[in-house]
């Protein structure tokens, strides 16, 4: 069956460092990947969208890299910050319809 | 722009109880979805509706659960007995055709216990 995995649960980092997240997908080849971020008591908020056909995406201090070899997707926040600190989600769509499917989150937690 | 509205935020009901969760989609937006949120199984679609019709309803757990979408601006998700096992934060999403990617949007969320 078609699988978003994010393998970790849970990644701590000291405020400025580099925070990668993996996403991971099976069984399937997205057209995109998508990720989002939710803080506690709060609906998922996105961020980026990568396409297969783009390597790499940025916007401020957050990149996304899509490798169709590997079948993942790398999430960075550089120069982390304490306010970064939120559960991660990388999502996809199942074949061609709209919805879509969930990793289930990867917490990070920015030290100062 | 509202965004995506639910209600109610919070609802502790006991076991057998009917529960009614309800969502205001953003205006214009063609796509609701209802999600799931949980622990264990973290997100998880249970219904999609495009243009009022549904879609995919393959994740509604079981005949409990029903979904309608009578207007574009209403959508219900609708659990009938409830269970314990159905405590969870259930989210509403809505997205445009014209959303790149099909970004969807969600809305805070219900909060359901089940006691």
């Known amino acids: 069956s078609q699988k978003i995995e994010q393998n970790s649960e849970a990644l701590n980092i000291q405020e400025g460092k580099t925070a990668t997240l993996t996403c991971n997908y099976t069984?399937?080849?997205?057209?995109?990947l998508q990720w989002y971020r939710q803080d506690p008591g709060r609906g998922p908020v996105f961020l980026l969208l990568i396409r297969e056909n783009e390597k790499e995406k940025r916007k401020e201090r957050l990149k996304v890299t899509f490798d169709t070899t590997l079948k993942q997707s790398l999430f960075h926040i550089t120069a982390s910050q304490p306010a970064d600190s939120a559960t991660y989600l990388c999502?996809?769509?199942?074949?061609?319809?709209?919805?879509?499917?969930f990793g289930k989150g990867t917490k990070l937690s920015v030290k100062p | 722009d509202a965004g995506v509205i639910q209600s109610p935020r919070h609802e502790v009901t006991e076991m057998g109880q009917e529960v009614t969760l309800r969502c205001k989609p953003i205006s214009g937006h063609n796509s609701l979805f209802w999600y799931r949120q949980t622990m264990m199984r973290g997100l998880e679609l249970l219904i999609y509706f495009n243009n009022n019709v549904p879609i995919d309803d393959s994740g509604m757990p079981e005949d409990r659960f029903s979904a309608k979408m009578p207007n574009a601006s209403f959508s219900t998700l609708k659990i009938q007995p409830s269970e314990p096992r159905d405590s969870a934060v259930y989210f509403c999403?809505?997205?445009?055709?014209?959303?790149?990617?099909?970004?969807?949007?969600f809305g805070e969320g219900s909060w359901l216990t089940v006691v």
């Open positions: 999502a996809s769509s199942r074949g061609s319809q709209g919805n879509l499917i």
């Open positions: 069984n399937y080849s997205p057209a995109y």
């Open positions: 999403a809505s997205s445009s055709v014209l959303s790149s990617g099909n970004t969807i949007y």
